[in-house]
C-alpha cells in the first residue's frame, strides 16, 4: 500500500502561482511514477504531469507545458507541482497518483493504482 497526500491548493489570481506537494507514504519503493491528475466540476478527471520516481522522465499535458514543473525530492517521498502563469481554466481539484508497480510513465488514469484525496485549486480572473 502507498499513502499519498496532497496540500498546497489555495485560491490565486490569474497570472499567479502555487506550488502542490505530494507527501507519499508506505511502500515506496514500489512506486514506478507519480502523476498529477485534475477534475473540474462536472467534468472527467484528467491528465496533467508525470515523472519517474526515480528521477529524470516527465511527461506533461500540452495544456500546461511551458507553465507547470514536476519535481520529486527522494528524501522526503514528496514530489511536487510548480505551477506557473496560471489561467481560470486551471481550477480544479488535483490529485497527485502513484503507479505501482509500473514499468513507463504513462498518461492514463486507470494505471495509476493510488489516490490522494485531492486539493482544491481556483484561479480567479
Known amino acids: 500500500q502507498v499513502q499519498l497526500v496532497e496540500s498546497g491548493g489555495g485560491l490565486v489570481q490569474a497570472g499567479g502561482s502555487l506550488r502542490l506537494s505530494c507527501a507519499a507514504s508506505?511502500?515506496?519503493?514500489?512506486?514506478?511514477?507519480m502523476g498529477w491528475f485534475r477534475q473540474e466540476s462536472g467534468k472527467e478527471r484528467e491528465f496533467v504531469a508525470a515523472?519517474?520516481?526515480?528521477?529524470?522522465?516527465?511527461y506533461y499535458a500540452d495544456s500546461v507545458k511551458g507553465r507547470f514543473t514536476i519535481s520529486r525530492d527522494y528524501t522526503k517521498n514528496t514530489v511536487y507541482l510548480q505551477m506557473n502563469s496560471l489561467k481560470p481554466e486551471d481550477t480544479a481539484v488535483y490529485y497527485c497518483?502513484?503507479?505501482?508497480?509500473?514499468?513507463?510513465?504513462?498518461?492514463?488514469?486507470?494505471?495509476?493504482?493510488?489516490w490522494g484525496q485531492g486539493t482544491q485549486v481556483t484561479v480567479s480572473s
Open positions: 515523472i519517474k520516481w526515480s528521477g529524470g522522465s516527465t
Open positions: 508506505g511502500r515506496t519503493f514500489s512506486v514506478y511514477a
Open positions: 497518483a502513484a503507479d505501482s508497480p509500473g514499468g513507463r510513465i504513462t498518461t492514463q488514469i486507470y494505471e495509476y493504482d493510488y
